[in-house]
């Protein structure tokens, strides 16, 4: 009988869903958007018991990792153009199966491709292990961008009053 197969590819998006998912504090949530474009999990940020940010994963992965300072991740311009018009803040995170860890950059610091490819290569520097990353940083660094992006939606309400 011919059935569905779980491929290989299957079984690292659950892997890397999952080592994300244990990775992050204990009292932040994910959700995982029912149409995929490019967001492959939102990260819901809570102070104390109260939901106050939230940020968004583009999930990739490997069974084996690059041997050098940096873990590679391709990404199609079409969803890099996605993400980066996006108004929240954007984590690439790479899952390596073969080191059981996952590295991670923010879209913000990736140079921006050359629009005539259909994909392109990001480095993720090794350093970004996110068995290790600093989330108090991440938090504080979400939290001025919501800031600015809310203060500059103020100066533009009151600038469409004034005319």
């Keep these: 009988m011919n059935l569905p197969i779980r491929d290989r590819n299957r079984i690292l998006e659950s892997k890397s869903l999952l080592f994300f998912r244990n990775n992050i504090p204990e009292n932040w949530t994910t959700t995982v958007p029912d149409d995929d474009y490019g967001v492959d999990l939102i990260v819901n940020i809570f102070e104390g018991k109260h939901?106050?940010?939230?940020?968004?994963?583009?999930l990739k992965a490997s069974e084996n990792s690059i041997?050098?300072?940096?873990?590679k991740a391709t990404l199609k311009l079409s969803t890099y153009n996605y993400l980066v018009s996006r108004l929240h803040v954007i984590m690439l995170v790479k899952y390596c199966e073969e080191e059981k860890?996952?590295?991670?950059?923010?879209?913000?610091?990736v140079s921006k491709p050359n629009q005539e490819n259909n994909t392109f290569t990001v480095n993720i520097?090794?350093?970004?292990?996110?068995?290790?990353?600093?989330?108090?940083?991440?938090?504080a660094y979400i939290k001025e961008v919501v800031d600015y992006k809310l203060c500059a939606g103020e100066e533009f309400r009151n600038r469409i009053k004034q005319e």
């Design 51 to 58: 939901p106050a940010y939230d940020f968004e994963i583009q």
């Design 67 to 71: 041997v050098c300072d940096f873990e």
């Design 101 to 109: 860890e996952g590295y991670w950059i923010l879209l913000s610091s």
């Design 125 to 139: 520097p090794k350093i970004n292990k996110l068995s290790t990353i600093d989330w108090s940083t991440v938090k």
